[in-house]
């Protein structure tokens, strides 16, 4: 009795291996800005609960950009101005808002808009 191989051809084996390196290649360029962020997350999460009371923007901006060099966020990723303060659902609340572009393959690029407000408690300093 003649028996009937089956599985892959080595054709067709490469070609899943083409497919699953290219997306693993993306991961390889896209997490480490996603894990960035985390820390962008955390370093809000620690001034939204250390309170803002008689602090200026100018202030919060420092304490802010202070704690994101301990949580390993690159510098030239958020600046000053993406910081902002403003009214939100529930009071006060502490946004950042910036893009993150990451060199992909030749001319492509990937562009990463990265949103977040954490509520804080207290009012801020009357600016002068």
Do not use: C, W
Request: glycine share 10%; net charge negative.
């Amino acid at each position: 009795m003649k028996s009937k191989q089956a599985g892959i051809t080595l054709m067709g084996f490469l070609m899943v291996l083409v497919v699953v390196g290219f997306f693993v290649f993306m991961g390889m360029k896209l997490v480490p800005s996603y894990i960035e962020y985390a820390g962008v997350v955390k370093a809000m999460n620690q001034i939204s609960s250390e309170g803002v009371e008689g602090k200026s923007l100018d202030q919060i901006r420092r304490e802010l950009m202070f704690k994101l060099g301990f949580q390993y966020v690159d510098d030239a990723t958020i600046h000053p101005a993406d910081i902002t303060m403003g009214p939100g659902p529930s009071g006060n609340e502490l946004h950042v808002s910036y893009d993150k572009q990451i060199p992909f393959m030749y001319n492509i690029d990937f562009v990463i808009h990265f949103d977040k407000g954490v509520p804080v408690q207290g009012n801020m300093a009357v600016p002068q």
